[in-house]
T-cell receptor, first 111, second 110 residues
Framework: NAGVTQTPKFRVLKTGQSMTLLCAQD?????MYWYRQDPGMGLRLIHY???????AKGEVPDGYNVSRLKKQNFLLGLESAAPSQTSVYFC??????????FGPGTRLTVT | RKEVEQDPGPFNVPEGATVAFNCTYS??????FFWYRQDCRKEPKLLMS???SGNEDGRFTAQLNRASQYISLLIRDSKLSDSATYLC???????????FGAGTRLTVKP
């Protein structure tokens, strides 16, 4: 099992550009999450999904959209990137309620 | 007030020392509790769950006090390899999301 994978690992965007981050898991987990981690802030939940075809807002959803068309994939989109979205983005999945398995992260810089 | 608060540290301790981390949470509806470990520039990984009766895993002991909304992690006989950031996590089951503390950084020195 590859576990949770994220694509890309690094990206630099200019303000106003768009991009999509891909998260994939091969553990047949129902729940998937997108977090951002900033210095001194800990991980903050952006959006999450409790199953294929469902999504919900987390703590800091503004400026992001998500889709879960297939159970194994959870996509995070930035329609118009802003410098405030410079962060490390982590995807996670869980069968439900307990341990979350994290991907290796995507380091995004918006200039 | 943050939902989950931790002392950011850093804690610098010698090998073999005992060190304790504390965490408080604000939402009394929190149902499950965890400690995660995060190495520099890596993803978080589960260290241990925290049960109401307290639980131990080798050199690590976790305690939960629901009345005071307080969680602790004790590390005995610290090793160099314990150097990392320790994240306190609470799960509000009804919201299907977990809330993370900002982490406590530990450095164990020879």
């Amino acid at each position: 099992n590859a576990g949770v994978t994220q694509t890309p690992k690094f990206r630099v965007l200019k303000t106003g550009q768009s991009m999509t981050l891909l998260c994939a898991q091969d553990m047949n987990h129902e729940y998937m999450y997108w977090y951002r981690q900033d210095p001194g802030m800990g991980l903050r939940l952006i959006h999450y999904s409790v199953g294929e075809g469902t999504t919900a807002k987390g703590e800091v959803p503004d400026g992001y959209n998500v889709s879960r068309l297939k159970k194994q994939n959870f996509l995070l989109g930035l329609e118009s990137a802003a410098p405030s979205q410079t962060s490390v983005y982590f995807c996670a999945s869980t069968p439900g309620g307990d341990e979350q398995y994290f991907g290796p992260g995507t380091r995004l810089t918006v200039t | 007030r943050k939902e989950v608060e931790q002392d950011p540290g850093p804690f610098n301790v010698p090998e073999g020392a005992t060190v304790a981390f504390n965490c408080t949470y604000s939402n009394s509806a929190s149902q499950s509790f965890f400690w995660y470990r995060q190495d520099c520039r890596k993803e978080p990984k589960l260290l241990m769950s925290v049960y109401s009766s307290g639980n131990e895993d080798g050199r690590f002991t976790a305690q939960l006090n629901r009345a005071s909304q307080y969680i602790s992690l004790l590390i005995r006989d610290s090793k160099l390899s314990d150097s990392a950031t320790y994240l306190c996590v609470v799960n509000i089951i009804s919201n299907n999301d977990m809330r993370f503390g900002a982490g406590t950084r530990l450095t164990v020195k020879p």
